[in-house]
């Protein structure tokens, strides 16, 4: 059984660029998260996923959007790329309603702003 | 002031020692606790999770919650080399989101 799945696993991309990661759940998950991991730090909470609505948003600015498809599958994108968006983007899934103890972390996809 | 302090090691201990790891909170409103443990280059897993205070014992690994301290650990016995990684205390509020908030992380290294 596949577990969460992001892609790509690295990217580089130039300030001011757009970017677009990619997450697969877990089967049988219906709620994505997203978290974004700087280096020597702990994760922190981008928002999350339910029934393809935004259902809570961390501290991050409107740079940063995502969408939730059917399958529940879901996508991070951030536009105007800053040096300081350089990180590691987790996606976790989790049974709706299971939240903390159902999370399910992807690998997470480098990002790198050059 | 962040709303979880970690110490971020790193942490050097021989194989078959007894590991402490430990998380302050400044926010009395968390009401689950958790410990992730982060191989390099991987995603975090989830190792303990907790409800409100007291202990939860899996095997070689020990979770403790003081909400009057505001306070929580994790021990590690007979530590392997394989236990090598960042572990990260996490807490939520609870709800229908439940999002997770971490410390920073602390880098363990098990010598054989």
């Known amino acids: 059984d596949a577990g969460v799945t992001q892609s790509p696993t690295h990217l580089i991309k130039t300030r001011g660029q757009q970017v677009t990661l990619r997450c697969s759940p877990k089967?049988?998950?219906?709620?994505v998260s997203w978290y974004q991991q700087a280096l020597g730090q702990g994760p922190q909470f981008i928002f999350q996923y339910y029934e393809e609505e935004e259902r809570q948003r961390g501290n991050f600015p409107d740079r940063f959007s995502g969408h939730q498809f059917p399958n529940y599958s879901s996508e991070l994108n951030v536009n105007a790329l800053l040096l300081g968006d350089s990180a590691l983007y987790l996606c976790?899934?989790?049974?709706?309603?299971?939240?903390?103890?159902?999370?399910?972390f992807g690998s997470g996809t480098r990002l790198t702003v050059v | 002031q962040k709303e979880v302090e970690q110490d971020p090691g790193p942490l050097s201990v021989p194989e078959g020692a007894i590991v402490s790891l430990n998380c302050t909170y400044s926010?009395?409103?968390?009401?689950?606790f958790m410990w992730y443990r982060q191989y390099s280059r991987k995603g975090p897993e989830l190792l303990m999770y907790t409800y409100s205070s007291g202990n939860k014992e899996d095997g070689r690994f020990t979770a403790q919650v003081d909400k009057s301290s505001k306070y929580i650990s994790l021990f590690i016995r007979d530590s392997q080399p394989s236990d090598s990684a960042t572990y990260l205390c996490a807490m939520s509020f609870g709800g229908a989101t439940n999002k997770l908030i971490f410390g920073t992380g602390t880098l363990l290294a098990v010598q054989p």
């Open positions: 926010n009395s409103a968390f009401q689950y």
């Open positions: 976790a899934s989790s049974p709706h309603g299971r939240t903390f103890y159902g999370y399910t």
């Open positions: 089967s049988g998950h219906d709620t």
